[in-house]
């Protein structure tokens, strides 16, 4: 399955790592090795490689991981990234 949105994966996946919050920065890692790679490549992340069972989240990645998080899984309609899309 190559034909994705690689950029979309990294966001959703980022943000779900938030659900997983412990220890102030760091998070379960329950992903793909070549997802987790991008978001060490892009300064997400520490090194996912070794035998912890979870990853550290860089100072960038916890923002990234906390707003990407509110912003595609918050109950209300006001996002900062999103304008409203309430009925009128």
Same mark, same amino acid.
């Given at each position: 399955?190559?034909?994705?949105?690689?950029?979309?994966?990294?966001?959703?996946?980022?943000?779900?790592?938030?659900?997983? /919050?412990?220890? #102030?920065? !760091?998070?379960?890692?329950?992903?793909?090795?070549?997802?987790? @790679?991008?978001?060490? %490549?892009?300064?997400?992340?520490?090194?996912?490689?070794?035998?912890?069972?979870?990853?550290?989240?860089?100072?960038?990645? /916890?923002?990234? #991981?906390? !707003?990407?998080?509110?912003?595609?899984?918050?109950?209300?309609? @006001?996002?900062?990234? %999103?304008?409203?899309?309430?009925?009128?």
């Amino acid at each position: 399955m190559d034909d994705y949105d690689r950029e979309k994966v990294d966001e959703i996946v980022i943000a779900l790592l938030y659900l997983t /919050l412990h220890d #102030s920065y !760091r998070a379960w890692k329950g992903f793909d090795w070549e997802t987790l @790679d991008r978001l060490y %490549e892009k300064g997400w992340i520490e090194n996912p490689r070794g035998r912890a069972k979870s990853v550290l989240f860089t100072e960038e990645g /916890l923002a990234q #991981s906390t !707003r990407l998080f509110q912003r595609y899984f918050s109950k209300s309609n @006001d996002t900062q990234d %999103e304008p409203s899309h309430r009925s009128l």
